[in-house]
């Protein structure tokens, strides 16, 4: 007993010690930093800032650099805030093409300079050491998050204890205002172990030379692999302006198999690496750089100005982490006799159309997807009331926040905003549902008698729920425990107000995910957004900005977002049918969304980081006669551009109210009109490299048929609810006296499809019967006739699946158990649905899904 005691005691003093680690973080960083190496414009935020016990995040900023020339390359050491062993499982960039031309963080142990910052692109470089590569950024490239259970090791005993960030300045003519850069990054970083660490291997070119006038200059690099297996799961490519593309490649007896492929005229971000690839000892990595020398008139060399080139593929990895290797390079110039059998893909320049050129719009909308319904999600019914708020938890997972049994009526507040249904209590349900974003499945429940009508929620980065209930006026934190704990009271139950410590009606709550100040949408009666810090303690509050030299006031700020890559916060102001952004610090403004496809009425954002920046947005029907059809709108942050739009196939959008977008890419919009959730993934029209480049169309036949069966089932469905029968309304319940407007898509009918198809069933069903009774006739067995079926009854049991598709999170599964889960950016979905094996059946219905990983060894 004596001795599991101590055991025990031993373990407790571990954990502590591990996380007095992360929370004396900030203190180290600071003593080590010193009072003057930041300006005062780059001084905003807390470079740490501590999330819990093992987890925080670290802001490395360049300190005010103002670039003497052009292509300057500035570095900067950081040190690693902590003496123990330490894990990066998130890269988010701050930097803009225009100001960087591209971006590197090393690690090491010994950097040039520890103050201040210098020009590394002298003979001075960045290290005195070794250094290792763990990230790369260029052109608008948006943020990278690792697989579940992966991380860079840094810290103790990695060999890295300083981060060096390296930021190449192109035109040094981007500032000539004189303005000071403070470009960087954000990492996150963890102090548990991870399973399996992170690698960068870098296949770089140092002699090619791309002649003039010369179409085609191949630079090829190759190197035999000596060490233990390593598994890519991104990769990234860069050159200069006359790369086309570049391919990466294992060679194993002979074979070529490919890494990854991609024009570096895209952003330069780590995309997703070919599924099932591993890289082990004997093996051979390749890669080839497709140059043009068409406008040149000299020769052009590898060098670090823009004016020269580049040619590097990136992998990054991951390996068990007792055979762990941060960086591996390969310089060696390819053989031509090896070369001779590179695929014929390596040698075709991947597309890029010109919008793309223009306005670097990629991400989760690349060439050639849209955004289309997943018709089988959710795979099992979903109970819901009025769907008023949908958010992310920290794990990736859907909330849901819900009315239950209760309706937004036209009596259920009187004229100063007082709610007048108290009598009916508050709603019994779970109006708070955590559902699994993959198959629809609930996967925790909370949130019983303990609103009345809800609206907005959010989910800060310790999964706590940020609520607004428009009949109690008031804005509540509560623990994701599922035991309905209230950690947090904004506002005074059922009494509206306009001061500081009042609401009225509130819609929405967005949250800075770095230092957890609150800003709040305060909404239905008041005009206006509120900013509080993390405790509730009020800031300030602020109005709609003037656009075109007018200042109309918000009409029902309905929906927040906060653009974390951008600190600002953005808000859908409904009844005018805008978006405004915001710097979320000063509440200044900073510019203004408004498209006629809105229709005047834009009732929920979202915002996802990649390519320069998206919104998503849903608009609603508008009572001043400008209605415009129900839909989701993506938009291009930077140019206001409408880049898609989509609607659901199974019923129409009745009332779109909220809109969270996926780290994955999927898009999820919450319907309090039909009591719905719907989603939404990019459905890609793939660009085949054969003998020509033109998209084609690959479209699953199950899934089609799936959806008109869908589309079938829900026609038949009446909508029984949200009839009001009031002349008065208020805007949020206006919705529910709309019939939903029927399809305006042409098409043959399925219930004329399943006639056509069951016609000849029943033909050869009742010759079989007529016989049946004829022979029973014949031969005296009277009119008793028996229809049997082994499959039970006539039909027998019909039996299929939902059509499958490319789901790579399955990719990144290891053997223990082990997801990899939650590489933003990375994960390409064509449906979410998952074949089960114990219920495969020989249908017609035929799947593709991702081939599982190989298997981790110590080999």
Same mark, same amino acid.
């Given at each position: ?63 005010g ?6 292509? !300057?390359? $500035? ?34 142990? /010994? ?14 470089g ?5 250094p290792?590569?763990?990230y ?8 990278t998050k ?26 040094a003519?981007? &500032?000539?205002? #004189? ?33 003039p ?34 391919s990466?490649? /294992?060679i ?23 599924k ?16 043009t ?25 991951? !390996? ?14 390819g ?11 390596a ?27 997943v ?10 009331g ?6 992310? =938890?920290?794990d ?9 049994? #209760? ?12 709610y ?14 955590? $559902? ?12 019983r008698?303990? &609103? ?19 009949a ?6 509560v623990?994701?425990?599922?035991? =309905? ?6 506002g ?7 001061d500081?410590?009042? &609401?009225?009606?509130p ?94 009425e ?6 996802s980081p ?7 947005? $849903? ?18 942050? %930077?140019?206001?551009?409408?880049i ?10 009745? !009332?779109?109210?909220?809109?969270v977008v #996926? ?5 999820? $919009?919450?319907d ?30 199950? !899934?089609?048929?799936?959806t ?13 609810t ?7 309304? #208020? ?20 219930s004329?499809i ?11 069903? %009742?010759?079989?019967?007529f ?12 009119? =008793? ?9 006539v ?15 399955n ?18 979905e ?16 035929e ?13």
């Open positions: 007993m004596g001795i599991n005691c101590c055991c025990i005691a031993f373990l407790l003093f571990i954990c502590s010690s591990s996380g007095l680690d992360v929370e004396n973080a900030h203190y180290r960083f600071k003593r080590s930093q010193g009072a003057s190496l930041y300006s005062n414009e780059c001084m905003a935020r807390q470079p740490v800032v501590v999330k819990n016990s093992y987890n925080f995040s670290l802001d490395i900023r360049m300190p650099v103002v670039p003497t020339g052009s292509d !300057m390359y $500035v570095c900067m050491a950081v040190p690693v805030p902590a003496s123990t062993d330490l894990y990066i499982v998130d890269f988010v960039p701050h930097a803009n093409m225009e100001t960087a031309h591209h971006m590197l963080l090393y690690g090491c142990q /010994r950097p040039v300079s520890t103050s201040g910052y210098w020009d590394c692109g002298s003979v001075q960045t290290c005195e050491d070794e290792s590569i763990m790369g950024w260029g052109r608008n490239a948006p943020h690792l697989p579940k259970d992966v991380g860079f090791k840094v810290g103790g005993n990695s060999g890295i204890s300083y981060f060096v960030l390296q930021i190449h300045y192109g035109d003519s981007a &500032f000539k205002d #004189h303005h000071k850069d403070c470009s960087g990054l954000t990492l996150t970083i963890t102090s548990k172990p991870q399973p399996f660490v992170a690698g960068m291997y870098l296949l770089m070119s140092v002699d090619t030379v791309v002649l006038g010369k179409r085609v200059t191949n630079a090829d690099i190759a190197c035999a692999y000596g060490s233990y297996p390593i598994y890519p799961f991104a990769f990234r490519t860069h050159t200069h302006q006359l790369g086309r593309v570049v990466g490649y /294992r194993r007896n002979g074979k070529w198999t490919l890494i990854g492929r991609q024009s570096p005229r895209l952003p330069q971000a780590f995309y997703t690496a070919n099932g690839v591993d890289v082990r000892y004997g093996d051979t990595v390749a890669a080839r750089c497709v140059f020398g068409d406008g040149r008139t000299s020769k052009t060399y590898i060098g670090g100005t823009s004016e020269d080139e580049m040619c590097n593929f990136y992998i990054m990895y991951y !390996m068990e982490s007792k055979h762990a290797i941060p960086f591996m390079n390969c310089l060696e110039t053989s031509n006799e090896l070369f001779q059998h590179i695929p014929a893909e040698n075709v320049p991947a597309p890029v159309r010109p919008d793309h050129m223009t306005s670097m719009v990629h991400s989760k909308l690349p060439t050639g997807y849209h955004l289309e319904e018709t089988a999600w959710p795979e099992s019914l979903l109970q819901l009025q769907v008023s708020g949908l958010a992310l =938890d920290s990736a997972n859907l909330v849901i926040f819900h009315r239950g049994d #209760h309706l937004w009526g036209s009596n259920s507040f009187d004229s100063q905003g007082r007048q249904q108290r009598s009916l209590g508050p709603i019994q349900q779970s109006t708070i549902l955590v $559902v699994d974003p993959v198959k629809g499945h609930v996967l925790k429940a909370s949130g008698n303990m &609103f009345y009508l809800p609206h907005g929620i959010t989910a800060d980065t310790e999964n706590n729920y940020w609520v607004t209930d428009v109690l006026h008031q804005v509540l934190k623990s994701s425990s599922g035991r =309905d704990k209230v950690l947090l009271v904004l005074e139950a059922f009494e509206p107000g306009s500081n410590s009042h &609401f009225c009606q819609t929405d709550v967005a949250v800075d995910t770095v230092t957890g100040n609150l800003y709040i949408a305060d909404g239905y009666c008041n005009a206006r957004i509120l900013k509080f810090s993390p405790h509730g303690r009020y800031l300030f509050q602020w109005g709609a900005g003037s656009a075109d030299g007018q200042r109309v006031p918000f009409r029902v700020p309905h929906s927040l977002a906060y653009l974390a890559d951008r600190q600002e916060l953005c808000v859908a102001d409904r009844e005018n049918g805008r978006i405004q952004c915001f710097i979320a610090d000063s509440g200044d403004f900073i510019k203004e969304i408004k498209r006629k496809e809105f229709g005047g834009v009732f929920a954002i979202s915002y990649g390519d320069g920046g998206l919104i998503y947005a $849903v608009n609603g029907e508008s009572p001043h006669g400008q209605s415009a059809p129900l839909k989701g709108f993506v938009i291009n942050y %930077s140019t206001n551009d409408i898609d739009d989509f609607r659901p196939h199974k019923q129409e959008f009745k !009332m779109p109210h909220d809109v #996926h780290q994955d890419g999927s898009v999820f $919009v919450g309090a009109g039909s009591d719905s959730v719907s989603k939404f993934t990019s459905e890609k029209i793939e660009a085949v490299v054969q003998t020509n480049l033109r998209p084609v169309h690959r479209i699953s036949v199950s !899934m089609a048929m799936a008109q069966q869908k589309m079938a089932a829900a026609s038949d469905k009446q909508s029984s949200f009839l009001s029968q009031a002349p008065k309304q #208020h805007p949020e319940e206006r919705k529910h006296t709309t019939v939903a407007q029927p399809s305006t898509q042409q098409g043959v009918s399925p004329v399943t006639t056509l198809l069951l016609v000849p069933l029943l033909l050869v069903i %009742s010759i079989g019967i016989i049946r009774w004829k022979k029973s006739r014949m031969y005296g067995d009277g009119c =008793d006739v028996k229809l049997e079926s082994s499959g039970g009854g039909f027998g049991k019909l039996r299929g699946k939902a059509a499958g598709g490319l789901n790579l999170g990719f990144f599964a290891t053997h223990k158990g082990y997801t990899g889960q939650g590489f933003d950016r990375l994960i390409s064509g449906s979410d649905q998952e074949k089960n094996d114990e219920d495969s059946s020989d249908s017609e219905n799947e593709y899904s991702a081939l599982p990983p190989p298997s981790l060894s110590s080999s």
